[in-house]
């Protein structure tokens, strides 16, 4: 458990400034809590926390090198104790369960930082869990929805990325009615309006990313 007759030693990691910036500006207005080191991705995420040890980290989920994902599991296979908590512009559900199945504690919107930020540090801080109550409605609203096959994630990104849908099939392997089939199944399954939608939607809930 942690020491609060000390303060709380926060990592942040995010490759936004102006969210490092924020978020210890929000923090330096409380004397339970110090900011110890920032960094920019998943990689100096590592280093740092190996060096200081802090006792919350604060991981932005999308950083060039290495994702926030990746950096948790890295981290966690290391120090099973880590208590780290998501840092995320989107509610995707995709991502909180990919963040929490690597070992993270909580899950912070960006949006509504100010609101749960503190409130979160010493939850996790103190051993405990932290979920947005819409996070956990939507974590516990998709658990047990089919997600997409493998294959309807390769074609949802080739869309993604600007493909036509014979531009797929070639691509993949496979013919071009199959293709349209994969993506009637991917809208239907996403409730999504047409393929356009349905790749915004695979985006932001982090069934893909922009390559």
């Known amino acids: 458990m942690v020491d609060h007759k000390r303060r709380i030693t926060v990592l942040i990691v995010d490759d936004h400034p102006l969210i490092r910036e924020g978020i210890e500006a929000v923090v330096g207005g409380y004397d339970d809590i110090t900011v110890v080191g920032e960094g920019s991705n998943g990689r100096e995420a590592i ?12 991981m932005d989920v999308q950083m060039p090198e290495l994702n926030g994902i990746g950096a948790i599991s890295s981290i966690m296979s290391e120090f099973p104790h880590a208590r780290i908590a998501v840092l995320t512009t989107y509610r995707g559900d995709v991502r909180a369960l990919q963040a929490i199945k690597a070992g993270a ?17 010493r939850a996790l801080a103190a051993g405990k869990r932290r979920f947005p109550p819409e996070i ?13 096959t493998n294959r309807e994630v390769q074609v949802l990104q080739h ?26 199944n991917i809208m239907d399954k996403l409730g999504a309006h ?13 069934i893909i990313d922009l390559t």
């Open 47 to 58: 280093q740092l926390y190996r060096t200081m040890q802090p006792d919350v980290t604060l």
């Open 105 to 121: 504690r909580g899950y912070l919107l960006k949006s509504t930082l100010r609101h749960e930020l503190i409130e979160t540090i």
């Open 136 to 148: 956990a409605a939507e974590l516990a609203a998709h658990l047990d929805q089919v997600g997409l």
């Open 159 to 184: 869309v993604a990325n600007g493909l036509s849908n014979k531009e797929t099939a070639v691509a993949l392997g496979i013919g071009e009615e199959t293709v349209k089939g994969h993506l009637r």
């Open 194 to 206: 047409n393929r356009t939608h349905a790749a915004t939607i695979g985006l932001q809930r982090g």
